[in-house]
């Protein structure tokens, strides 16, 4: 079993869309086995990723949205001066999953500041308004 395989076995999801691997990928520290040092079990998803997928899509925000039936991640790409951004990537998960995602990432995230340090909250960080751009003039 590999790591996404057993990521889903794991946190509890059943199936993904293309879309969503760039938000999965994240998520394991770089110290897994590899693919090869895990013995293949009957019976278990055989899950592939295309080479354009593979790369991933870099955001530096997130933006969360929900309703009764589901939570939305809309993955941001924001670029310092630029007054407009995009949406890089869109996942959507059932509340379930969302739950079992959240608790995937605050493992990873302990995991991740066991081994290289703290993590410096935002909030901790004086942003500029202007993200590094122009400042405004009335």
Do not use: C
């Not at 590899?34 to 997928?53: A, T």
């Not at 933006?63 to 009764?68: A, K, L, P």
């Not at 951004?85 to 869109?90: N, P, Y």
Request: hydrophobic letters at 40%.
């Amino acid at each position: 079993m590999n790591s996404i395989e057993r990521f889903f076995s794991n946190y509890g999801f059943s199936h993904t869309s293309p879309g969503s691997w760039a938000f999965l990928l994240f998520i394991f520290a770089s110290k897994q086995p590899s693919m090869s040092s895990i013995p293949e079990q009957s019976g278990q998803l055989n899950i592939e990723i295309s080479e354009e997928v593979s790369e991933g899509e870099y955001a530096n925000l997130a933006i969360i949205t929900h309703s009764h039936a589901e939570f939305v991640i809309d993955f941001v790409n924001v670029m310092p001066g630029t007054p407009k951004s995009k949406v890089k990537s869109r996942i959507i998960l059932t509340p379930f999953h969302a739950k079992r995602f959240m608790k995937a990432m605050i493992d990873n995230v302990k995991k991740f500041e066991a081994a290289n340090g703290t993590i410096q909250d935002m909030e901790q960080i004086e942003v500029p308004f202007t993200f590094g751009g122009p400042s405004a003039q009335a």
